[in-house]
């Protein structure tokens, strides 16, 4: 099962599962969302990840402890404040019997983490489809570098991002890059998406390689341009 529930104005909380196992949680914005889920959904939930310190992704926390108080929570330094069962900033873990890999994808936070289980991608506000998370530390190098190690997983590799950020992203795409095939094509099944009031992911980091423009920055002065038009945008 991959599920992203909608939360706040534009974020997604992911659950995942592998055939019948139980779910792991990955980001928290709010707590209402999932209670919903789960009392519709009788699961049992093995973990929850996170990827960044923000308040969008870690608002919850506190309450999702109230409600589920033996389930650990899994997370980089910049998260250790919330009590954190396991800090981890890179690496393999074994989780039950999930194995994940923890890739460091810092640059929009010092500490950012993304999470590679079973060829699913659950990369917080490191990768966006058809784009990438502000560079809220100023390090536009660590961020390069983060973007490249998550270039580097294979390409049927699920992207499950954190915000449903994906048509504000291609209109970018398409002022940036030469080939524009790909991204108006991708356009009009993300429109149909949303109209339905569907999620634009997961896509695949084969298809992002087409569409993103900073998968395919060439070094690190055409990604910073890249960054700061898109701030601007």
């Known amino acids: 099962m ?15 599962s592998r055939d019948n196992l139980s779910i792991i949680v990955i980001d928290i914005p709010e707590i209402e969302p999932i209670l919903s889920f789960f009392e519709q959904n009788p699961y049992k939930i093995t973990a929850l990840l996170l990827t960044h310190n923000h308040n969008d992704h870690v608002a919850g926390v506190a309450e999702f402890k109230h409600h589920f108080p033996d389930v650990p929570i899994i997370g980089p330094t910049e998260c250790a404040y919330l009590g954190l069962t396991q800090v981890v900033d890179r690496g ?51 961020m390069f570098e983060s973007i490249q190690r998550l270039k580097a997983l294979p390409d049927d590799t699920l992207i499950c ?19 524009k095939s790909a991204v108006q ?40 341009k890249f960054r700061q038009d898109k701030d601007k945008f």
């Open 161 to 179: 991002a954190g915000h449903e950020y994906t048509l504000a992203n291609l209109a970018f795409a398409e002022t940036v890059l030469e080939d």
């Open 92 to 142: 393999k873990f074994e989780l039950n019997d999930y194995r994940i890999e923890v890739i460091p994808t810092g640059g929009h936070t010092t500490n950012h983490v993304s999470f590679w289980v079973d060829s699913h991608l659950f990369c917080g506000d490191c990768l966006f489809s058809a784009g990438c998370g502000r560079v809220f530390t100023g390090d536009y190098q660590q």
């Open 185 to 224: 094509k991708h356009k009009v099944l993300v429109e149909s998406l949303r109209k339905q009031g569907l999620p634009s992911m997961p896509t695949t980091l084969s298809l992002e390689k087409d569409i993103n423009p900073f998968l395919q920055a060439e070094d690190l002065p055409q990604f910073i």
């Open 2 to 16: 991959l599920k992203a529930i909608p939360a706040r104005h534009d974020n997604y909380i992911w659950l995942y």
